[in-house]
């Protein structure tokens, strides 16, 4: 045979050869087994749609090929596929086949276990829940937490719907107070009780902790009721004036400095509610409660003529 006839129709000798080498392989090597867990990759999920309870994240699958292929395969060679294009909300049941299992050339699939898969889902809902400051230690002797607000107040969560419907609040990482006598800011990341939740939007939060001296009452008694815009007797004449803020300040209120009153335009029925004023400088001083609130009134008699 010439040159010219060995190179005659060359590709085809090519492939025949190479199928011919492939055969040998497939036929003459033994075969042999392995058992790989490998994930599961949920294609087409609906965006309106959530995964619920516990999901399988990975199944059992036993493969088989020639030994040399064997040996060289990886967990990350072969993955469970689930297309759940038109699912909709409520429970699918998925029967996994050797279809839906990918693997290298020469790889087949002789079992997979759960060869069935449930899974449930429902709506994807929002809603806006309030945010709940938490704080860490005491503030210096002397003083107390007075206020503390978040900035934002709310967040709004975003999750399957039965788990939206039962989140009450979101909470904040802890901001210290230990030891401190002024107010406290800081800015503070977000979390929720329920992992399958998600923030929407940023996940930080401003905090502020107003820190007070300590609150204390004190009460003044026999503060005299004086009467406005008219003159008339009032019974008691005297009332108990029972005043709350600071301790410092508070101890050094003057009876003279608190003023009980009733005017004369709230009369009614013969009673008028008792207002307490205090001279200027208590600061953080407010009114508890007067004892008693209100008191008899006697507005003058009109005579005859």
């Excluded at 004190?218 to 008691?236: K, T, Y």
């Amino acid at each position: 045979m010439t040159m010219r006839g060995l190179l005659d129709n060359l590709p085809l000798k090519v492939i025949s050869v190479t199928l011919a080498l492939l055969l040998w392989f497939v036929i003459g090597e033994k075969t042999s087994e392995r058992g790989l867990s490998v994930p599961v990759e949920l294609q087409n999920v609906p965006r309106d749609l959530e995964l619920v309870g516990e999901p399988t994240n990975v199944v059992d699958v036993r493969v088989r090929a020639s030994p040399s292929v064997i040996q060289r395969l990886t967990p990350g060679d072969v993955s469970a596929r689930i297309d759940l294009s038109g699912v909709r909300e409520g429970e699918h049941i998925v029967h996994l086949t050797s279809d839906d299992i990918r693997v290298p050339f020469g790889v087949r699939v002789v079992k997979i276990t759960p060869s069935i898969i449930t899974m449930g889902f429902e709506r994807t809902m929002q809603k806006t829940v309030p945010i709940r400051p938490r704080l860490l230690g005491r503030p210096a002797i002397g003083y107390e937490v007075g206020e503390v607000a978040a900035e934002p107040g709310e967040v709004r969560v975003a999750g399957p719907k039965s788990r939206v419907q039962e989140m009450e609040s979101a909470y904040t990482e802890p901001v210290s107070v230990e030891g401190t006598g002024s107010t406290v800011v800081e800015t503070v990341n977000l979390g929720l009780d329920d992992p399958v939740l998600r923030i929407q939007g940023s996940p930080r939060v401003r905090v502020t902790a107003r820190i007070r001296e300590v609150q204390d009452t004190r009460a003044l008694e026999g503060v005299e009721v004086e009467v406005r815009g008219g003159a008339f007797p009032v019974q008691p004449t005297r009332v108990r004036v029972v005043l709350t803020g600071p301790a410092s300040v508070l101890a050094l209120v003057k009876p003279a400095q608190v003023r009980a009153y009733v005017e004369a335009a709230r009369v009614k029925n013969g009673r008028a509610p008792v207002a307490v004023e205090m001279v200027p400088g208590q600061a953080g001083v407010t009114l508890k409660e007067a004892v008693p609130a209100q008191v008899s009134v006697r507005p003058p008699s009109r005579r005859r003529r």
